[in-house]
């Protein structure tokens, strides 16, 4: 069903407080790995002028499973003697919006298992800096892309992971959503300052399409995963391309 919204102003919700929410905790059998990876945390955050909470220990809590006290990026050691990291990362799996997970590791032969929802990365004992940096850039940057919103009079607050592109329509823009539409009087030229354009971009006159959604590019069309294929402008190809890879490697996708 379409929904008409007139005379609307659109803001994406930044919060500057979102990262003093995030609860970054490590889980490690041995408790000089915990406080060696708790330092490291402490040294990013500090280098990125970020806040967030970090805490740790030789076992994960259950009270951590609670919606409230759920981390936001999990640290966790693949082989542990009680609950291993792979158990831990089955029962993270049931929650829509479990924390990301970043294995740490000496078993290189327990990799290939602990993949799933929501691992986004592996760091090998001891851990580098400069890996961990990278890894933890990608944590942070699936983190705010999951907050990230627009805000709709009436209380209504639409998240940006949820849309699948944006197409002109006259003086209306159409909203496209795996559960319907929305239309708005707003330009897509205004949409793109409001969108993130590390994960948006407009293809052509008529179209904003979100990289998540994307399943093919070929030639100057892309496929999106909603089947709706899209011409794309002739100067937008390298820009799409290009913008695709990136958005791939930030978020660990590999086509």
């Not at 940006?160 to 319907?180: F, N, P, Q």
Request: charged share 35%; glycine share 6%.
């Amino acid at each position: 069903q379409k929904t008409t919204t007139q005379n609307i102003a659109l803001v994406i919700r930044r919060n500057l407080c979102l990262y003093q929410d995030m609860k970054i905790y490590i889980c490690d059998d041995m408790i000089e790995i915990v406080e060696a990876v708790k330092a490291e945390c402490e040294h990013y955050l500090q280098a990125k002028n970020m806040e967030a909470e970090v805490a740790g220990d030789v076992f994960f809590p259950d009270e951590l499973e609670g919606e409230d006290k759920r981390p936001g990026v999990l640290l966790l050691d693949i082989g542990m003697p009680t609950s291993s990291g792979i158990e831990i990362k089955d029962r993270m799996e049931k929650y829509e919006d479990g924390p990301f997970i970043i294995f740490i590791t000496s078993h290189d032969e327990m990799v290939y298992e602990a993949f799933g929802k929501n691992v986004i990365g592996f760091l090998r004992k001891p851990v580098d800096r400069v890996l961990f940096e990278k890894v933890m850039d990608k944590a942070v940057d699936f983190y705010e892309s999951r907050f990230l919103s627009v805000q709709l009079p009436g209380g209504i607050e639409l998240m940006c992971r949820d849309i699948i592109g944006i197409k002109s329509e006259h003086v209306y823009s159409t909203i496209v959503l795996a559960d319907g539409e929305l239309s708005i009087r707003r330009s897509l030229k205004e949409w793109e300052t409001l969108l993130p354009e590390k994960d948006f971009l407009r293809i052509n006159e008529k179209w904003i399409i979100h990289y998540a959604y994307v399943d093919k590019i070929k030639d100057d069309k892309v496929t999106l995963k909603n089947g709706e294929r899209l011409a794309v402008s002739r100067r937008r190809k390298l820009q799409l391309r290009d913008g695709y890879i990136s958005y791939c490697l930030r978020k660990g996708r590999y086509r």
